[in-house]
């Protein structure tokens, strides 16, 4: 049972415009949702979070809305530059026992490919 | 360069084999956790250490086990290794009270054959 999808598995976009990746979750009980960019032959690096009882957060180029009615949260990268060319992970977190310990599970990702 | 290490970057075993796989965490990082990003799967939750002691279980299976020493690094340890079990193992760190936000090592690929 896939508790975090990501149902697209590429998206190409051109220089400049919106990258718009999405992810769907089942799981009421995520706190946290995060998204990861994975380069090949690299691990995934931490790139932006939001709480669940936000909707939206910023960070410079990239900004995470979630819908927690529909259980969906999106990534909007602006403007899209080539070297944002990379595997997106969706993540999301519960707590694990109680305490400051958390368990993520992550999508499959989704290849953006962002063309010059 | 996250701060996490990982070794050896790659691996190349037969079946039936074992093999350990050790991962340093930043430096601070009292957590640790394990991964597993076979093909076609997005990575996989394996098993939490926090501080030297086992905190959670994923689908780790039983032919694989963990440990992390008082120095804070975890040691992966797969035996009986079965074909499907060639995949990327990432390791990856978190501080503590904010462990949501887990900070990766470059992975160790290891392929049975």
């Known amino acids: 049972d896939q508790q975090v999808k990501q149902n697209s598995p590429s998206l190409s976009v051109q220089e400049g415009r919106i990258s718009i990746l999405n992810c769907d979750y089942t799981?009421?009980?995520?706190?946290?949702f995060l998204w990861y960019k994975k380069y090949p032959a690299e691990g995934p690096t931490f790139l932006i979070s939001i709480s669940s009882i936000k909707d939206k957060n910023e960070d410079g180029r990239f900004t995470v809305f979630l819908n927690k009615s529909a259980k969906h949260l999106s990534l909007h990268i602006v403007p899209s530059q080539p070297g944002d060319s990379a595997v997106y992970f969706c993540?999301?977190?519960?707590?694990?026992?109680?305490?400051?310990?958390?368990?993520?599970?992550f999508g499959k990702g989704t290849l953006l490919t962002v063309n010059p | 360069d996250s701060g996490v290490t990982q070794t050896p970057k790659h691996l190349i075993t037969a079946t039936g084999q074992r093999v350990t796989l050790r991962c340093s965490p930043r430096?601070?990082?009292?957590?640790v956790y394990w991964y597993q990003q076979s093909l076609d799967q997005g990575l996989q939750f394996l098993i939490q250490y926090y501080n030297g002691e086992e905190r959670a279980k994923g689908n780790i299976l039983e032919r694989f086990s963990a440990q992390q020493f008082p120095d804070l690094h975890s040691e992966l340890n797969l035996s009986s290794l079965e074909l499907g079990d060639s995949a990327l193992y990432f390791c990856a760190s978190a501080p503590q009270g904010l462990s949501y936000e887990q900070y990766f090592g470059p992975g160790t690929r290891l392929t049975v054959t």
């Open positions: 993540a999301a977190s519960a707590r694990v026992h109680g305490g400051s310990n958390y368990k993520l599970t």
């Open positions: 799981n009421s009980m995520f706190d946290y």
């Open positions: 430096s601070g990082d009292l957590s």
